[in-house]
């Protein structure tokens, strides 16, 4: 059994900095795409960024373009968002989820993520 759990969430104002971080533990010896995605109120989870297990990444380019970067941190089973100038769209509980091993399909499709965090919240203020 794989878990994750996501922190760095919190509340900040446009144009602030956050930096969320999600720990996995468990079975993590395969190697696995790790993907961002979050979910505003009355609206459908989105896909923000993903990092294959290889270390190529992939970002919503339509909401995210420039400001959102993703890294992982292998030795340490954590993966990262960092993310600059904030707006209030982007406020939404941040959700963090791996991969099957050696997944190589679509990393913006939910349907290739085996293991989902249970969120943190992002909420930035106008």
């Known amino acids: 059994q794989v878990h994750l759990v996501e922190s760095g969430g919190g509340l900040v104002q446009t144009g602030d900095s956050l930096r969320l971080s999600c720990a996995a533990s468990?079975?993590?010896?395969?190697?696995?795409?790790m993907g961002w995605f979050r979910q505003a109120p009355g609206k459908e989870r989105e896909f923000v960024a993903a990092?294959?297990?290889?270390?190529?990444?992939?970002y919503n380019e339509d909401s995210v373009r420039g400001r959102f970067t993703i890294a992982r941190d292998n030795g340490k089973n954590t993966v990262y968002l960092q993310m600059h100038a904030l707006k209030p769209e982007d406020t939404a509980n941040y959700y963090c989820?791996?991969?099957?091993?050696?997944?190589?399909?679509?990393?913006?499709?939910?349907?290739?993520?085996?293991?989902w965090g249970q969120g943190t919240q992002v909420t930035v203020s106008s």
């Open positions: 990092i294959s297990w290889s270390g190529d990444s992939v």
């Open positions: 989820a791996r991969s099957t091993p050696y997944y190589s399909g679509n990393l913006r499709q939910e349907s290739g993520y085996e293991y």
């Open positions: 468990g079975r993590t010896f395969s190697p696995y795409a």
